[in-house]
């Protein structure tokens, strides 16, 4: 027997209404209303699109279980066998049979590496540039990286949105208010970000959102 500590179910501002399993952790800003808008977002502009794949590294799998309610290809990748039970829990109770996870992050490449992958979420900033291979063939087209924890860090993160502006990516600072750009050159100030979103040139999201950077 699967034991729930908490369920809600949400039906405003998704495409299709999911159940969300709580395992301590409510006030991980993956549920924030901004994430849940900028993931509905994401998914409505690469609806049926054939072969597009969600690579999601974070401690929860609500973005994946979110992404395979609405008929996405998902990787969730999960080390943590404790979180079995509320990941069982998350299928059930949202009608899902399969759902593709692995438990190292070091077996990703090796499975994504021909893949369109549009978009891949993390809440540690070392997952950010684990599909290096992707990023250089511009197979990867939105980075979603959550900011769970403030104390990161910061020159790992500033050198990831280095090498990701070289990679023709622009970067929005997700706040409890939206979206705000920001340029690579200045100094990150996550202070008052839930996420930082990284949007390439030839992502489908961009048609709504576009900054360029000299």
């Known amino acids: ?30 549920y924030h209303p901004q994430i849940i808008k900028i993931l509905t977002k994401i998914f409505k502009n690469y609806e049926g699109k054939e072969g597009n794949l969600i690579v999601d590294y974070c401690e929860n799998a609500f973005a994946s279980i979110y992404a395979k ?24 109770i949202n009608s899902i049979s399969d759902f593709n996870r692995i438990h190292t992050w070091r077996d990703v490449n090796g499975l994504i590496k021909t893949k369109k992958v549009i978009l891949q979420i993390s809440d540690k900033p070392q997952h950010i540039l684990n599909s290096k291979r992707l990023i250089g063939n511009e197979r990867l087209d939105n980075i979603l990286i959550i900011l769970k924890d403030k104390i990161i860090d910061l020159d ?3 050198e990831s949105i280095a090498y990701l502006h070289i990679n023709k990516y622009s970067f929005y600072h997700i706040t409890k208010e939206g979206m705000t750009p920001f340029d ?10 839930i996420a930082i979103l990284c949007i390439h040139r030839n992502s489908l999201f961009r048609s709504d959102y576009v900054i360029y950077f000299d």
């Open 1 to 30: 027997m699967i034991y729930i500590m908490e369920t809600i179910l949400i039906s405003q501002d998704v495409i299709k209404p999911i159940h969300i399993v709580f395992n301590n952790d409510k006030s991980h800003p993956t």
């Open 156 to 158: 790992e993160l500033e």
């Open 184 to 193: 690579k050159r200045r100094d990150i100030d996550i202070t008052n970000s």
């Open 69 to 92: 309610c609405v008929g996405f290809k998902t990787l969730y990748i999960n080390g943590n066998y404790k979180y079995g039970n509320i990941l069982e829990a998350f299928k059930r």
